[in-house]
């Protein structure tokens, strides 16, 4: 299943703040509504992001095409890509895609003809996701000890092209019968894994637990859980990843309790222009996030709020990172740049 796709001349996605109690279907017609899908979280997760800017670019261009001149297309299109761009600041995918997709636009001959490329373009960026997360499915099974497994948010078809990351991971070693039990947290604040990913997980068959984010250690002390794997929004050079807020303190229990701790996510979530987790620049999200609950206050009033949608995991707590060119191991400077040359070659 997939959560996004190109309807002839819109974008059909799946709108993830209904979920899990309705399946609710949104038709966007033009770049701007596309944008507000990203920011209002209708659609999220790092490769699905990077695949809902794509067709936003060509949903600019359809509106652009009667422009002019190919330059004037062009410029106003260049603008356009950049206002998609910046609708999330951490994740990699999205500004990967949106650059891929200005790449194709300014060597096309007219702005039918880039209208046409970049249709194709972007279909092509949706299907190469969905490629590259079961080859990670693969990989990552092949990885992952037996027994049962933790992860965080939600990483699945939802979350990406179609099929998943370290969700498309954990699914393909239950069907392997390699994992025993999947313990997935409700994540907080926003609950994508109590939403998204037990709504996924109950759909696939696998025998699945949710717990509170603040339950993990305890988990984790009581030996439940053999290895854990998350999903990431940019990885930086060193290795060093942002991913959803929760991820870090979960990394450190795992190190402390001797668990393996992977990352899984697509080439095009490495970011090799910043060397560590400190350029990575951390969104902030509306503090009624925190304070409300399905439109109802649970704080006390006056009260103030930290809420960073992502943290950044240090690349020494982290065993592996899966991605669909193989696996990178520490030091990840070395493996990290093997694997993108790879992808460059």
């Given at each position: 299943?997939?959560?996004?796709?190109?309807?002839?001349?819109?974008?059909?996605?799946?709108?993830?703040?209904?979920?899990?109690?309705?399946?609710?279907?949104?038709?966007?017609?033009?770049?701007?509504?596309?944008?507000?899908?990203?920011?209002?979280?209708?659609?999220?997760?790092?490769?699905?992001?990077?695949?809902?800017?794509?067709?936003?670019?060509?949903?600019?261009?359809?509106?652009?095409?009667?422009?002019?001149?190919?330059?004037?297309?062009?410029?106003?299109?260049?603008?356009?890509?950049?206002?998609?761009?910046?609708?999330?600041?951490?994740?990699?995918?999205?500004?990967?895609?949106?650059?891929?997709?200005?790449?194709?636009?300014?060597?096309?001959?007219?702005?039918?003809?880039?209208l046409t490329a970049l249709t194709a373009e972007a279909r092509a960026i949706q299907r190469q996701d969905e490629e590259a997360n079961r080859r990670m499915g693969r990989l990552g099974a092949d990885l992952l000890p037996a027994g049962a497994v933790?992860?965080?948010?939600?990483?699945?078809?939802?979350?990406?092209?179609?099929?998943?990351?370290?969700?498309?991971?954990?699914?393909?070693?239950?069907?392997?019968?390699?994992?025993?039990?999947?313990?997935?947290?409700?994540?907080r604040p926003l609950l994508q894994g109590a939403r998204l990913t037990a709504w996924e997980l109950a759909r696939a068959g696998a025998e699945a637990t949710l717990l509170p984010d603040s339950a993990a250690g305890e988990l984790m002390r009581r030996g439940k859980v053999q290895s854990a794997i998350v999903g990431a929004d940019r990885i930086a050079a060193n290795g060093d990843t942002a991913n959803k807020i929760g991820t870090y303190v979960l990394a450190v229990l795992a190190k402390e309790h001797r668990i393996p701790f992977y990352i899984a996510a697509p080439t095009s979530t490495v970011d090799m222009t910043i060397s560590s987790g400190r350029e990575i620049n951390v969104e902030e999200r509306a503090p009624e996030e925190v304070t409300h609950l399905a439109g109802q206050r649970v704080a006390a009033q006056g009260v103030s709020v930290f809420n960073t949608a992502f943290d950044v995991t240090p690349a020494k707590y982290i065993a592996a990172i899966v991605t669909e060119r193989g696996v990178a191991a520490p030091p990840y400077e070395a493996s990290l740049k093997t694997l993108m040359e790879s992808r460059d070659g």
């Open positions: 299943m997939r959560c996004i796709d190109w309807a002839g001349d819109r974008v059909r996605l799946l709108d993830q703040t209904c979920l899990p109690s309705d399946e609710v279907w949104l038709e966007l017609s033009d770049h701007g509504s596309v944008i507000a899908a990203i920011k209002e979280m209708r659609i999220r997760g790092a490769p699905a992001i990077g695949v809902a800017g794509a067709y936003a670019v060509v949903l600019a261009a359809q509106q652009l095409r009667g422009a002019g001149s190919k330059a004037a297309f062009v410029a106003q299109l260049d603008t356009a890509a950049q206002e998609i761009a910046n609708a999330r600041p951490t994740g990699a995918n999205l500004a990967w895609a949106v650059r891929r997709m200005i790449d194709v636009a300014h060597k096309a001959a007219s702005p039918e003809a880039a933790l992860t965080h948010c939600n990483t699945g078809f939802l979350a990406t092209g179609g099929y998943g990351t370290a969700l498309g991971v954990i699914l393909t070693a239950w069907c392997d019968g390699k994992l025993k039990h999947v313990y997935a947290t409700e994540t």
